[in-house]
């Protein structure tokens, strides 16, 4: 039996959170209009904050799911707030729009998925709930846009929104969630971004914004109330920003594996810098999942759209690098074989696009499994909770929830997603059962010294010279 550290992945300080609210009389009635991650995660937090919610979406299957407290995806500590809203009776899900009657604030967290074909964002989805949305909607009534969107969203729905009710609002107030940390991300934010309109409809929407997010504004969050079109751009800015800081650093460990030299080590010097910092400078496979990837190619295409796409050309090369990561450790997976892949047994720790979730949107280590596969390789993949989903939208993989049954036997090991348990595995341990003891470290995330002294064929990405 291989044995590696527990792992705890609920964030202590959630528990706390939602023990210190404050639960008043002076709550609100909100409709949370699109139930996927963000939606689920926005409606079970605001519950928690004291507020009535009821959660509409056109998917009766996920109603059901949620309604029984069983979120779309998993995330740390949100079952146990489903549960909790549903049990007071503060939270509630229901298939029919009219169910947003009693509501006098909409928060709209629909999907905005890359267009089919395209790279621009999709909004037909949004634009169906706001058509959904408009005959519901009374005299002083506010709607709350939270999903991505591409700049100028918001003043074209505010456009029709008020054209059927002149006397409702529209505020943008953008998420900044982080899959794995969403519920701590929602109940004690680090910042708070209001788009509203001048005048003082646009100041009555911002002052019941901070009533519904009393507690943290209470708690010193940072407000920034701001027009539509700041508030658009900062999601997209702090996506485009994050995917450029993660693609700089794995071009630099394409540098490192030229030179020999050590790019865990480059991004700890680098991170000294205070202008820089360490966050996000994490070499290796680089960025997946269903928001980056399609939100730094959606705000290009918008920035296109507006004749500034030249000053956003640099995003089609972060996105190439990025993609290019998942090549490389192909070919390192290759090269480990002898270049003859097929039949080999490779053992795939991770499947998830980041640990703490379930999420296998564009998922690096899958596509890298996928790969070897059409080369031949007999690819056993594993993962602490995405197994279920691999096996779902992906039959032809091979998948197992034992990480003993999926590194038994195998002649290459890939750690492809950092979850702590693979991090913390015993080389000692895990080599007496392999064929070979190879590895190849995809995160960068265990310490090469500790596996060559136990006997392990050790190569990250861009650490060639360690």
Request: net charge negative; glycine share 10%.
């Amino acid at each position: 039996m291989i044995t590696s550290l527990g792992i705890n992945t609920v964030d202590p300080t959630v528990i706390d959170l939602v023990r210190d609210t404050e639960r008043t009389d002076d709550d609100l009635v909100l409709s949370v209009i699109g139930c996927g991650y963000l939606g689920a995660v926005h409606a079970a937090s605001m519950a928690a904050l004291g507020h009535t919610v009821v959660g509409v979406d056109v998917d009766q299957s996920k109603i059901t799911a949620l309604g029984q407290a069983r979120p779309p995806l998993y995330e740390p500590r949100l079952a146990d707030l489903l549960a909790d809203g549903l049990g007071s009776g503060r939270l509630r899900f229901a298939g029919d729009p009219a169910a947003v009657r009693r509501a006098t604030v909409h928060f709209l967290c629909v999907g905005t998925p890359q267009q089919p074909g395209g790279v621009a964002a999709d909004l037909r989805h949004l634009d169906a709930a706001v058509t959904a949305l408009l005959p519901y909607l009374k005299s002083g009534d506010l709607v709350v846009g939270k999903s991505t969107v591409p700049v100028g969203t918001a003043a074209r729905l505010r456009a029709r929104i008020q054209a059927v009710e002149p006397a409702a609002e529209l505020a943008w107030n953008p998420e900044f969630l982080r899959e794995g940390h969403a519920v701590a991300d929602t109940l004690a934010p680090d910042r708070l971004v209001y788009g509203v309109p001048g005048g003082p409809t646009g100041t009555a929407a911002a002052d019941l914004l901070n009533r519904i997010y009393a507690k943290a504004v209470a708690d010193g969050t940072p407000v920034i109330i701001t027009d539509y079109a700041t508030a658009e751009l900062t999601k997209a800015a702090a996506n485009a920003f994050l995917a450029t800081k993660i693609s700089f650093i794995n071009a630099m460990a394409d540098l490192c594996d030229a030179t020999g030299g050590d790019v865990v080590q480059l991004a700890d010097a680098l991170g000294h810098d205070r202008r820089i910092g360490r966050q996000f400078l994490g070499a290796g496979l680089g960025f997946g999942g269903g928001c980056l990837p399609k939100d730094i190619r959606a705000f290009l295409a918008r920035a296109e759209e507006l004749g500034a796409g030249s000053s956003l050309g640099f995003l089609r090369e972060v996105d190439a690098i990025n993609l290019h990561r998942r090549a490389r450790l192909v070919e390192l997976a290759l090269d480990a074989c002898g270049g003859l892949p097929a039949g080999r047994r490779i053992a795939v720790l991770g499947a998830a696009f980041k640990p703490g979730s379930d999420d296998i949107r564009d998922s690096p280590a899958l596509d890298v499994a996928e790969r070897l596969a059409s080369f031949g390789a007999d690819v056993v993949i594993t993962d602490p909770r995405a197994v279920d989903r691999v096996a779902e939208t992906r039959p032809q993989l091979r998948v197992t929830r034992s990480l003993d049954e999926a590194v038994r036997g195998a002649e290459l090991i890939l750690l492809l997603t950092e979850w702590p348990e693979y991090v913390a595995l015993n080389p000692v341990a895990l080599s007496k059962v392999v064929d070979r003891a190879v590895i190849i470290d995809g995160r960068n995330a265990l310490d090469p010294a500790r596996w060559r002294a136990a006997g392990w064929s050790y190569r990250g990405l861009g650490r060639a010279g360690s």
